[in-house]
């Protein structure tokens, strides 16, 4: 719990604790998109932010 964080983003310097951290913040940079709707066009960097994005599609309101 040292707050250290050794994993930098070479686009943009922002830093990460954990390696997947910084893998998934790249993405950003690279343009990818690897997680796509099934239920529109759309895609997304990561997998939370598709399922938040179903939720447009199924109405499910978890709050």
Do not use: Y
Not at 32 to 53: I, Y
Request: net charge positive; glycine share 10%; aromatic share 8%.
């Amino acid at each position: 719990h040292t707050g250290e964080k050794p994993f930098a983003c070479g686009h943009c310097g922002r830093r990460f604790i954990h390696k997947n951290s910084l893998v998934r913040h790249q993405r950003v940079h690279m343009g990818e998109h690897p997680f796509p709707c099934n239920s529109c066009p759309k895609a997304f960097g990561d997998e939370q932010t598709l399922t938040r994005h179903q939720r447009v599609h199924t109405g499910e309101r978890p709050f």
